[in-house]
């Protein structure tokens, strides 16, 4: 695309336009896939507790998340007397935008991918970090108490988690060789000889790393029953307490943005991204982004059943989960697949 355009702009001229129409066709399809997801959220939920959900705006309820959307649009935005204004304004705006940027990496079909970086799971660990920013500054700058220690409790929260997250993908690194996302999908590509299965996830050694991923993905996007930060029986509504109208509702979005994202890790880290989960040459003739996406909603849908299903934890144990079972657990497993690799691969290399 770059190319093409540079034939009428420029090199500079060319690589800014493809860019922008690269960013533009990430982010309005997941502004769609947020509006659409947080319907199907609510639709599962219902079906687990019997109930229909939403279903009277628009055939079948499917325009309930638009209308929730004009209706926090049309709110006045109130800021507390007492708060800092621009931070308190900044807050969702960090919490949004961080949670749109690590897309860019995320790839979603053979070469279909905005930055194919050599460090693209660093990219996303950074960028990914970044989020606890905006909650930090939410809770501070409300300058009210429940805001406050919940900003703290999520922050400690997503640190305790990033840390397993950072040891569980060192283990995928290992195995991969790369950092490169399309690299680790493409070395999850018929892992075995005689079983044609693409996926680090049917690897006996990655499997348990993948099961502590995932629980970890849903405590580092704070959903239930990690969901600590927002506990309204402890905390009113966590940080974003004093938010309303639009700026309420780009935390909202970031939310889900965020839980799309893990889920998209799911599937390219472990379970072969955007390659069929069998290595059969028919399978292939279905579009890449097609697998990935029905590989989203399979995760997607393990989150929804999660928070209908399972009860809240207690902060204590949210804490015992990460930093004694998790956190122990996945340094073993670097050593256990380290030394696995020397002794069969590297040393069978040499």
Do not use: H
Not at 149 to 156: G, V
Not at 173 to 201: C, E, H, K, M, S
Not at 249 to 262: D, I, K, S
Not at 328 to 336: A, C, R, T
């Amino acid at each position: 695309m770059t190319d093409f355009f540079a034939q009428y702009l420029g090199y500079e001229g060319g690589w800014f336009l493809a860019t922008l129409i690269g960013i533009l066709l990430i982010a309005f399809p997941l502004m769609l896939a947020v509006a659409m997801i947080i319907y199907a959220d609510r639709k599962i939920w219902a079906a687990m507790a019997l109930r229909r959900g939403p279903n009277v705006v628009g055939p079948f309820g499917l325009l309930q998340s638009f209308a929730d959307g004009l209706k926090v649009f049309l709110q006045e935005t109130i800021i507390p007397s007492a708060a800092n204004r621009g931070l308190f304004l900044l807050a969702p705006i960090i919490t949004f935008t961080v949670a749109l940027i690590a897309w860019a990496v995320i790839p979603f079909g053979p070469g279909m991918i905005l930055a194919d970086i050599n460090v693209g799971l660093l990219y996303i660990l950074a960028a990914s970090s970044l989020g606890v920013y905006g909650v930090i500054i939410a809770g501070w700058s409300s300058n009210s108490k429940y805001p406050f220690y919940s900003a703290l409790r999520a922050a400690a929260q997503m640190v305790s988690y990033e840390v397993s997250i950072g040891f569980v993908l060192i283990s995928v690194v290992l195995w991969a060789g790369t950092f490169n996302l399309q690299g680790i999908i493409d070395a999850q590509r018929a892992i075995y000889p005689l079983v044609p299965v693409n996926g680090f996830g049917f690897n006996p050694l990655l499997f348990p790393m993948w099961v502590v991923f995932l629980i970890s993905s849903m405590a580092e996007t704070a959903r239930t029953p990690f969901d600590l930060t927002e506990a309204e029986s402890e905390l009113v509504a966590g940080y974003q307490t004093e938010y309303s109208s639009m700026s309420f509702a780009l935390f909202w979005l970031g939310e889900y943005a965020n839980v799309l994202l893990m889920c998209a890790l799911n599937a390219v880290l472990f379970w072969g991204g955007w390659l069929p989960p069998i290595d059969w040459a028919p399978l292939y003739l279905v579009p890449g982004i097609i697998w990935l996406f029905a590989k989203i909603f399979v995760f997607f849908f393990i989150f929804s059943w999660v928070k209908a299903t399972v009860p809240r934890y207690r902060y204590d144990q949210l804490m015992r989960l990460g930093w004694k079972i998790f956190l122990p657990l996945s340094l073993l497993w670097i050593f256990i697949v380290s030394g696995f690799l020397m002794l069969t691969r590297y040393q069978g290399a040499a």
